[in-house]
T-cell receptor, first 107, second 115 residues
Framework: AQRVTQPEKLLSVFKGAPVELKCNYSYSGSPELFWYVQYSRQRLQLLLRHISRESIKGFTADLNKGETSFHLKKPFAQEEDSAMYYCALRGNTPLVFGKGTRLSVIA | DTGVSQDPRHKITKRGQNVTFRCDPISEHNRLYWYRQTLGQGPEFLTYFQNEAQLEKSRLLSDRFSAERPKGSFSTLEIQRTEQGDSAMYLC?????????????FGQGTRLTVV
Protein backbone atom coordinates (compact mmCIF):
# COMPACT_ATOMS: atom_id res chain seq x y z
CA ALA A 1 0.00 0.00 0.00
CA GLN A 2 1.07 3.54 -0.68
CA ARG A 3 0.84 6.01 2.17
CA VAL A 4 2.08 9.53 2.84
CA THR A 5 2.26 10.95 6.35
CA GLN A 6 2.62 14.61 7.19
CA PRO A 7 2.71 14.72 10.98
CA GLU A 8 2.14 18.46 11.40
CA LYS A 9 -1.20 20.06 10.56
CA LEU A 10 0.12 23.53 11.25
CA LEU A 11 3.60 24.97 11.37
CA SER A 12 4.17 28.56 12.42
CA VAL A 13 7.56 30.21 12.02
CA PHE A 14 8.87 33.74 12.12
CA LYS A 15 10.02 35.47 8.97
CA GLY A 16 13.68 34.69 8.36
CA ALA A 17 13.61 31.51 10.41
CA PRO A 18 14.36 28.10 8.86
CA VAL A 19 11.47 25.91 7.80
CA GLU A 20 11.18 22.14 7.66
CA LEU A 21 7.94 20.46 6.64
CA LYS A 22 8.06 16.76 7.37
CA CYS A 23 6.92 14.00 5.05
CA ASN A 24 7.27 10.26 5.50
CA TYR A 25 6.08 7.66 3.04
CA SER A 26 5.35 3.98 2.82
CA TYR A 27 5.87 2.15 -0.45
CA SER A 28 7.61 -1.11 -1.23
CA GLY A 29 9.00 -0.10 -4.61
CA SER A 30 10.92 2.92 -5.88
CA PRO A 31 8.65 5.91 -5.41
CA GLU A 32 8.52 9.29 -7.03
CA LEU A 33 8.00 12.00 -4.45
CA PHE A 34 6.60 15.49 -4.92
CA TRP A 35 5.67 18.58 -2.98
CA TYR A 36 2.55 20.48 -4.03
CA VAL A 37 1.57 23.90 -2.69
CA GLN A 38 -1.75 25.70 -2.51
CA TYR A 39 -1.68 29.43 -1.86
CA SER A 40 -4.81 31.15 -0.59
CA ARG A 41 -7.58 31.10 -3.19
CA GLN A 42 -5.34 29.46 -5.80
CA ARG A 43 -5.26 26.02 -7.28
CA LEU A 44 -2.97 23.22 -6.21
CA GLN A 45 0.35 23.43 -8.04
CA LEU A 46 3.57 21.47 -8.20
CA LEU A 47 6.40 22.95 -6.14
CA LEU A 48 9.14 20.41 -6.72
CA ARG A 49 9.86 16.74 -7.36
CA HIS A 50 12.69 14.62 -6.07
CA ILE A 51 13.87 13.48 -9.48
CA SER A 52 14.84 16.94 -10.62
CA ARG A 53 16.75 17.75 -7.41
CA GLU A 54 16.00 21.41 -7.95
CA SER A 55 15.47 24.37 -5.66
CA ILE A 56 12.24 26.25 -6.23
CA LYS A 57 11.51 29.52 -4.41
CA GLY A 58 14.37 28.61 -2.07
CA PHE A 59 12.81 25.26 -1.12
CA THR A 60 14.65 21.96 -1.41
CA ALA A 61 13.73 18.40 -0.54
CA ASP A 62 15.93 15.33 -0.41
CA LEU A 63 14.63 11.82 -0.73
CA ASN A 64 15.99 9.66 2.10
CA LYS A 65 15.15 6.07 1.24
CA GLY A 66 16.61 4.73 4.48
CA GLU A 67 14.30 6.87 6.57
CA THR A 68 11.54 6.87 3.92
CA SER A 69 11.35 10.64 4.20
CA PHE A 70 11.10 13.59 1.85
CA HIS A 71 11.19 16.64 4.08
CA LEU A 72 10.81 20.10 2.58
CA LYS A 73 13.26 22.73 3.74
CA LYS A 74 13.95 26.41 3.33
CA PRO A 75 16.68 28.26 5.21
CA PHE A 76 14.88 31.60 5.56
CA ALA A 77 11.09 31.72 5.52
CA GLN A 78 9.27 34.60 3.81
CA GLU A 79 5.73 35.81 4.39
CA GLU A 80 4.72 34.78 0.87
CA ASP A 81 5.56 31.16 1.74
CA SER A 82 2.41 30.97 3.86
CA ALA A 83 0.28 28.26 2.23
CA MET A 84 -0.87 24.64 2.44
CA TYR A 85 1.83 22.17 1.50
CA TYR A 86 1.08 18.61 0.40
CA CYS A 87 3.58 15.83 0.02
CA ALA A 88 2.64 13.30 -2.66
CA LEU A 89 3.87 9.92 -3.83
CA ARG A 90 3.52 8.18 -7.13
CA GLY A 91 4.18 4.47 -7.11
CA ASN A 92 2.12 2.13 -9.22
CA THR A 93 -0.98 4.32 -9.03
CA PRO A 94 -1.70 7.99 -9.60
CA LEU A 95 -0.59 10.48 -6.99
CA VAL A 96 -1.29 9.73 -3.34
CA PHE A 97 -1.30 12.82 -1.12
CA GLY A 98 -0.65 13.43 2.53
CA LYS A 99 -3.12 15.41 4.62
CA GLY A 100 -1.10 18.58 4.25
CA THR A 101 0.66 21.04 6.51
CA ARG A 102 -0.39 24.66 6.78
CA LEU A 103 2.67 26.87 6.96
CA SER A 104 2.16 30.26 8.55
CA VAL A 105 5.04 32.72 8.38
CA ILE A 106 4.75 35.46 10.97
CA ALA A 107 6.18 38.87 10.24
CA ASP B 1 -6.94 30.91 -19.00
CA THR B 2 -5.50 27.85 -20.73
CA GLY B 3 -5.32 25.73 -17.60
CA VAL B 4 -7.67 23.02 -16.36
CA SER B 5 -11.16 24.40 -15.90
CA GLN B 6 -14.00 23.00 -13.86
CA ASP B 7 -17.67 23.85 -13.85
CA PRO B 8 -19.50 24.73 -11.72
CA ARG B 9 -17.24 26.17 -9.06
CA HIS B 10 -19.87 25.68 -6.39
CA LYS B 11 -22.92 23.44 -6.18
CA ILE B 12 -25.48 23.18 -3.41
CA THR B 13 -27.93 20.33 -3.72
CA LYS B 14 -30.51 18.56 -1.63
CA ARG B 15 -29.82 15.07 -0.41
CA GLY B 16 -31.03 12.51 -2.90
CA GLN B 17 -30.57 14.69 -5.96
CA ASN B 18 -28.17 13.91 -8.80
CA VAL B 19 -25.33 16.26 -9.69
CA THR B 20 -22.90 16.41 -12.59
CA PHE B 21 -19.59 18.21 -12.77
CA ARG B 22 -17.53 18.99 -15.81
CA CYS B 23 -13.77 19.19 -16.29
CA ASP B 24 -11.98 20.59 -19.33
CA PRO B 25 -8.33 19.55 -19.30
CA ILE B 26 -5.39 21.29 -20.94
CA SER B 27 -6.00 20.61 -24.60
CA GLU B 28 -3.02 18.42 -25.45
CA HIS B 29 -3.20 16.37 -22.24
CA ASN B 30 -4.36 12.80 -22.69
CA ARG B 31 -4.62 11.87 -19.01
CA LEU B 32 -7.37 13.19 -16.79
CA TYR B 33 -7.78 12.55 -13.06
CA TRP B 34 -10.55 13.10 -10.54
CA TYR B 35 -9.79 13.65 -6.87
CA ARG B 36 -11.94 14.42 -3.86
CA GLN B 37 -10.83 16.59 -0.97
CA THR B 38 -12.63 16.90 2.34
CA LEU B 39 -11.84 19.28 5.18
CA GLY B 40 -8.50 18.54 6.80
CA GLN B 41 -7.55 15.94 4.22
CA GLY B 42 -5.34 15.92 1.19
CA PRO B 43 -6.76 15.13 -2.23
CA GLU B 44 -7.93 11.51 -2.50
CA PHE B 45 -7.76 9.74 -5.84
CA LEU B 46 -11.07 8.71 -7.39
CA THR B 47 -10.41 7.70 -10.98
CA TYR B 48 -8.40 8.49 -14.09
CA PHE B 49 -8.63 8.31 -17.85
CA GLN B 50 -6.14 7.97 -20.61
CA ASN B 51 -7.86 9.37 -23.65
CA GLU B 52 -11.41 7.98 -23.42
CA ALA B 53 -10.46 4.83 -21.49
CA GLN B 54 -11.09 4.77 -17.75
CA LEU B 55 -7.99 2.98 -16.51
CA GLU B 56 -8.41 2.92 -12.76
CA LYS B 57 -11.09 3.50 -10.13
CA SER B 58 -10.46 3.72 -6.42
CA ARG B 59 -12.57 2.05 -3.75
CA LEU B 60 -13.87 5.53 -2.90
CA LEU B 61 -15.80 5.54 -6.15
CA SER B 62 -19.03 3.89 -5.06
CA ASP B 63 -21.64 2.73 -7.54
CA ARG B 64 -23.41 6.09 -7.14
CA PHE B 65 -20.47 7.74 -8.85
CA SER B 66 -19.80 7.55 -12.56
CA ALA B 67 -17.22 9.31 -14.65
CA GLU B 68 -16.99 9.59 -18.40
CA ARG B 69 -14.67 11.03 -20.96
CA PRO B 70 -16.50 10.20 -24.16
CA LYS B 71 -14.27 11.83 -26.74
CA GLY B 72 -11.04 11.86 -24.83
CA SER B 73 -11.34 15.58 -24.14
CA PHE B 74 -13.62 16.90 -21.40
CA SER B 75 -14.86 14.66 -18.60
CA THR B 76 -17.96 14.53 -16.44
CA LEU B 77 -18.37 13.18 -12.94
CA GLU B 78 -21.91 12.34 -11.91
CA ILE B 79 -23.07 11.55 -8.40
CA GLN B 80 -26.48 9.96 -8.09
CA ARG B 81 -28.68 10.11 -4.98
CA THR B 82 -26.30 12.45 -3.20
CA GLU B 83 -25.63 11.99 0.50
CA GLN B 84 -24.31 14.48 3.03
CA GLY B 85 -21.04 12.56 3.10
CA ASP B 86 -20.52 13.50 -0.55
CA SER B 87 -19.95 17.12 0.47
CA ALA B 88 -16.39 17.88 -0.60
CA MET B 89 -14.19 19.66 -3.09
CA TYR B 90 -13.94 17.69 -6.32
CA LEU B 91 -10.68 18.31 -8.13
CA CYS B 92 -9.77 17.53 -11.69
CA UNK B 93 -6.22 17.32 -13.00
CA UNK B 94 -4.66 16.57 -16.37
CA UNK B 95 -1.27 15.52 -17.65
CA UNK B 96 0.55 13.98 -20.57
CA UNK B 97 1.21 10.27 -20.52
CA UNK B 98 4.57 8.93 -21.54
CA UNK B 99 8.10 8.28 -20.41
CA UNK B 100 9.16 9.86 -17.17
CA UNK B 101 7.10 12.14 -15.02
CA UNK B 102 4.67 14.56 -16.57
CA UNK B 103 3.33 17.18 -14.22
CA UNK B 104 -0.32 16.99 -13.27
CA UNK B 105 -2.05 20.37 -13.50
CA PHE B 106 -5.06 20.90 -11.27
CA GLY B 107 -8.24 22.82 -11.76
CA GLN B 108 -9.73 25.07 -9.11
CA GLY B 109 -12.25 22.46 -8.12
CA THR B 110 -16.00 22.17 -7.69
CA ARG B 111 -17.20 22.56 -4.13
CA LEU B 112 -20.25 20.38 -3.48
CA THR B 113 -22.49 20.95 -0.48
CA VAL B 114 -25.27 18.44 0.13
CA VAL B 115 -27.98 19.76 2.46
Amino acid sequence: AQRVTQPEKLLSVFKGAPVELKCNYSYSGSPELFWYVQYSRQRLQLLLRHISRESIKGFTADLNKGETSFHLKKPFAQEEDSAMYYCALRGNTPLVFGKGTRLSVIA
Amino acid sequence: DTGVSQDPRHKITKRGQNVTFRCDPISEHNRLYWYRQTLGQGPEFLTYFQNEAQLEKSRLLSDRFSAERPKGSFSTLEIQRTEQGDSAMYLCASSLAGQGYNEAFFGQGTRLTVV
